[in-house]
């Protein structure tokens, strides 16, 4: 493992994690909208790019093969196979982006969430539900062009990933999308707002409360 990672990074680092078809890539593309400074990661895929899909743009879609090279020079900040393809995030620009001040948000699956806590412990990690089993299932079968093996096991996985919520700090429920945003944004806001990220930059107007 690279120390690079492990740097003090001054950006804050959010995860969030969601049962597939949750709705939470459409969450978080709204809440970096209405954020400013908080930047959404793009992920490396080995799965092959849904209709409407982009490269460069929903992810970064490379082979198997490649995938497998950037694992072995360790160019992963965390990666998983789900559902039988592999997921990554890009640790150099991970660490960049938190370097140069911005707030970054990762959407990966619960594996990830952990490696990631482990790596980087400050990291802020969110977890979201839908609001039912059943709600999910709708959900899965509305927008998916996957065949039903591949829902089937999605709706599988997604009963274990519930299990994982008890690793995160903060819980989302996301049955109205507004709301939901507004809440994701609330966390985030006040995160940004803990004393140990303002010690420096209040210094200045504690400051002007010392007699002369
Ligand atoms: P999908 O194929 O529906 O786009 O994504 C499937 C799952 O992979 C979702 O749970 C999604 O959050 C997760 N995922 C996407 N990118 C990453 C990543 O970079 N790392 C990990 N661990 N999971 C990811």
């Not at 482990?118 to 996957?146: H, I």
């Not at 109205?176 to 985030?188: F, N, P, S, T």
Request: proline residues 5%; charged residues 30%; contains cysteine.
């Amino acid at each position: 493992m690279s120390s690079n990672a492990d740097a003090d990074p001054r950006g804050l680092l959010f995860v969030v994690s969601a049962p597939s078809a949750t709705g939470k890539t459409t969450v978080v593309e709204q809440l970096v909208q209405v954020l400013p400074g908080l930047l959404m990661s793009r992920s490396y895929t080995s799965r092959p790019p849904r209709s409407g899909e982009e490269d460069g743009l929903d992810y970064n879609f490379i082979s198997r093969e490649a995938f497998e090279a950037m694992v072995a020079r360790d160019a992963f900040l965390e990666w998983a196979d789900v559902f039988g393809h592999y997921y990554g995030t890009g640790r150099d620009e991970t660490q960049a982006r938190l370097t140069a001040g911005e707030d970054l948000v990762l959407v990966i699956d619960v594996q990830g969430a952990r490696q990631v806590r482990d790596r980087l412990p400050q990291t802020v990690a969110v977890f979201m539900l839908p609001p039912s089993f059943a709600v999910l299932e709708q959900r899965l079968r509305k927008r998916s062009k996957d065949p039903e093996p591949e829902m089937a096991r999605r709706l599988e996985t997604a009963r274990r990933e519930v299990d994982a919520v008890a690793l995160y700090d903060y819980v989302v429920v996301n049955d109205l999308l507004e709301r939901c945003v507004a809440e994701l944004a609330g966390i985030v806001v006040a995160e940004r707002a803990r004393l140990a990220r303002r010690h420096e930059s209040i210094q200045p107007i504690i400051a002007t409360f010392r007699k002369k």
